[in-house]
């Protein structure tokens, strides 16, 4: 009872004489200790325990900007990597060829065909909000012109002009992946996903050199001997997403069925583990701000530059999406360096689309799909712009910070660990 009685006294004299402290400052402290304790000080803080080491940092660490840009370049070398021609077959071989060295000996391709007159439905859903955002958003504000540049006269670069020249042909067409095998649920996975095709006679450096680059990235540490995962990671890199994410569909319809299942019975082995979620990188470094009245865009990223985490706010597995895209923003918090993650809902135009009726699916992008990139807030989209020596080391640190995000994210819902 004492004990309660002096507690409470203690506390009414410490409010008060907090001020007396606080006016003679922490020296009174320690050249008068008596007079200090007689009048009742407040007590010291609690020590704060230290953070327990997060394994997970020491992954993200293993990001660099000079190897993710290192990356872009080597994707540039087949310009614009337009399906249906041999420098996307190319850039597919490339690819594949960086996987295998990483480590993986397990990279597979999926065939499709693709004919144009294919009447398959356009990229993204066909929903459009009131101001005709593509995904349901509402564009607001000052808008700039978008397309897909056809023009070969528009390239300057007299060297890309060539090596974009041949035209794309209807036929068969390959997707690549790979897959970081799970140590206890091997028959369980993330798809991280970019796509590798491009258009507009640049050198598809954004879109989506910028994307791909993160998976291959993320593939290149998820191997590292001293990473291990519970649960399975499988890095795609799509075809044909520019002609409506054709690639992706392929996969989605030919795999579908096959998950979970153990084959051979009793190897252990199992060639499509359930999916447990969907992510795309798709434009991932400008974020330079809406057009002004003259259509144009600031030339420098902007200092509040984000990640744009978006999920369909229409598609079936909506709920565990959204809870996903806030995973990530978590993740974003918790490992980005130098910009912050904004999550959105609507979705689109992407090769997440395939998959978002399926499981959980999301994007990644510099802006909003719909009603940011859709109001032309990319000069460079789809156009001879879109070349690596457009962007500036801002421009590739957003690329690099939307990598963290994801690295954090998969690393934490696989159960990833690193060896002492
Ligand atoms: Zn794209």
Known sequence: MAGIANFASLRRTRFVKSFHVLRFGLIALFIAPVFAQQAATPAPAPAVAPEPPDPIKDMVARLDLEKYKATIKGLTQFGDRRQGT???????????????????????????????????????????????AQGGGVIKGLRAP???????????????????TQATAPGPREDVYCTKIGTTHPEEMYIIGAHMDGHGWGEAANDDGSGTAIVMELARIFMSPDIKTE?????????????????????????????????PIGSGKYPEPKWLGMIQHDMMMFDHGAPRADGTVSKEQRPEADVNIEFQSQAKFAEGAQKLAWFFQAANEAYATDYPAAVGQHMTNTDSTPFMDLVPSISLRENERGTQIGAGWDPHWHQPTDVFATFSDKDFLLGLNAAQTTLGAIARLTGATLAK
């Open 146 to 164: 978008t397309g897909v540049n056809v023009d070969p006269m528009k390239q300057p670069d007299e060297k890309l002009r060539a090596l974009n």
């Open 86 to 132: 041999d420098r996307n077959r190319a850039a597919l071989d490339w690819i594949e060829a960086q996987l295998k060295s990483y480590g993986y000996t397990n990279t597979a391709r999926i065939k499709y065909d693709y004919f144009p007159t294919d009447p398959r439905r356009p990229s993204g859903p066909a929903a459009r909000g009131a101001s005709g």
């Open 231 to 263: 649960r399975s990671i499988r890095f795609c890199l799509w075809n044909n997403e520019e002609t409506g994410l054709n690639g992706a569909r392929a996969y989605a319809d030919q795999r579908v069925a096959l998950q979970g299942k153990e084959d």
